[in-house]
């Protein structure tokens, strides 16, 4: 058996996403994601997905040259490898991460996602040389099946007329009956039974009253909000008490740490975050201060799988929760998350993920729910098989745009629909 790295192949492409609405603005028609693949000496392929603006492709592009020649089971060596790739610091500096929402981009986060894609490609070639799948090469799964949760967002019918944009069948949802209708079409399509709705979108009274209507709709469904750090501390703690009663946790209500922490001295419930908490160097602060009660991991922002089940071995020692964030993903991605999920022991929340939203994909079979949950492959590597001529189409979409596209930004998305439209100033309300 050789599993020495003998090619390193990266597809950027850009898959349809439909106009589902945040703080910042709104999804563009279509959001760039990175498909890597990588193959052994003896021609196995492993292959892995992770961000595709511009900024993450031009650390990946060096990271794969240094990748030739290695073994594909030296994953400690990928964040060597990462740290001998300069990034551009000046280009980056003080820049949000708007795709995922995660505060202030730095070169660690940067590289950190750069890695998750490769390090999951290299699990996935090593499962399958070995004959074995990813979650027993994390320890062994303690779970058959891994719940998730229905990702519910404010969203307008369509993209505006004139933007490129593939039709889907959602409709709008733009109040607490349009929220709770497509809600109603999540648990039919997927059978889930936990809903989290994207906040931060419309004052904080209208999402209260949205969250009410899901509450009567589906009595005893946990329920969760998140206005991605959109409300000051005020406006939280008036939101908790308003929605004590029905609310599993609320993510992110307010923005960063000390924000984070005066919300959580302030109501008894639970806070989760998916911002402030994105690194271990920031997990000592909001946990020493009670900032979170919950962790929200994406193995894209932590450097891959190994680093969250770390992660939630470090939860367990605080005793802080552990469900999973999601931005826009492919089934490569739902698969990864799967396999992670269904080795962490006390994941006790469902996980998000975007991918119902997602009409398009690169695998030759879409993942499915069922009772909202997906099924824990046992074949080898990820289980999933890469499609070529789905990735060549969407790649040939990447290489046709003029740049407007390949770098996800809500609020150039939002401007389309309303010119005058600026990044709000946190905290909206």
């Not at 040389?129 to 090469?137: D, E, I, K």
């Not at 826009?328 to 698969?335: D, E, F, K, R, V």
Request: proline share 6%.
């Amino acid at each position: 058996m050789n599993l020495t790295i003998t090619d390193v192949r990266l597809t950027p492409i850009l898959v349809a996403d439909p106009p589902l609405l945040n703080t910042q603005g709104v999804h563009q028609p279509y959001t760039p994601r990175l498909i890597v693949e990588v193959e052994t000496a003896d021609g196995v392929v492993g292959v892995g997905e992770t961000y595709g603006d511009t900024k993450y492709l031009e650390l990946a592009r060096p990271f794969a040259e240094r990748l030739h020649g290695r073994q594909v089971s030296d994953l400690n060596g990928l964040f060597t490898v990462a740290d001998e790739v300069a990034v551009d610091a000046a280009r980056i500096s003080g820049q949000v991460d708007v795709g995922g929402l995660r505060g202030v981009q730095t070169a660690d986060k940067l590289r950190l996602s750069v890695v998750s894609g490769f390090e999951v490609a290299c699990l996935d070639a090593l499962g399958k040389a070995l004959g074995l799948p990813v979650h027993t090469l994390l320890g062994g799964k303690v779970r058959d099946s891994v719940e998730f949760s229905a990702y519910l967002f404010y969203k307008w019918a369509a993209h505006p007329a004139g933007a490129p944009a593939e039709a889907d069948d959602w409709g709008a949802a733009l109040d607490p009956a349009g929220v709770v209708a497509q809600a109603r079409r999540f648990k039919d399509r997927y059978g889930f039974t936990s809903f989290k709705l994207k906040g931060g979108v419309f004052p904080p009274d209208e999402e209260i009253a949205a969250v009410r209507a899901l509450a009567e709709a589906f009595p005893g469904h946990p329920l969760r909000l998140d206005p991605n750090g959109a409300w000051s501390v005020e406006t939280s703690l008036k939101v908790a008490k308003e929605l004590g009663d029905v609310l599993e946790y609320l993510e992110d209500p307010a923005l960063g740490t000390p924000a984070m922490a005066a919300v959580a001295a302030g109501t008894d419930v639970p806070l989760a975050t998916n911002m402030c908490v994105t690194t271990f160097g920031e997990i000592r602060e909001a946990f020493t201060r009670g900032a979170v009660q919950v962790v929200l991991s994406d193995h894209h922002y932590w450097g891959g799988l190994r680093n969250t089940r770390e992660l939630a071995a470090v939860c367990r020692t605080f005793g802080v929760g552990v469900s999973m964030h999601s931005n826009t993903h492919l089934g490569i991605s739902l698969a990864a998350m799967t396999h992670v999920a269904a080795t962490v022991p006390d994941l006790h929340h469902a996980c998000d993920s975007h991918y119902p939203w997602q009409s398009e994909d690169v695998l030759t079979e879409r993942l499915t729910f069922d009772a909202g949950r997906v099924t824990v492959s046992d074949k080898p590597g990820l289980g999933v098989e890469l499609d070529h001529e789905r990735l060549r189409r969407l790649h040939r979409r990447w290489l046709d745009d003029d740049g407007t596209l390949r770098d996800r930004d809500d609020a150039a998305a939002m401007r389309v629909a309303e010119p005058g439209w600026t990044t709000p100033a946190v905290p909206r309300w």
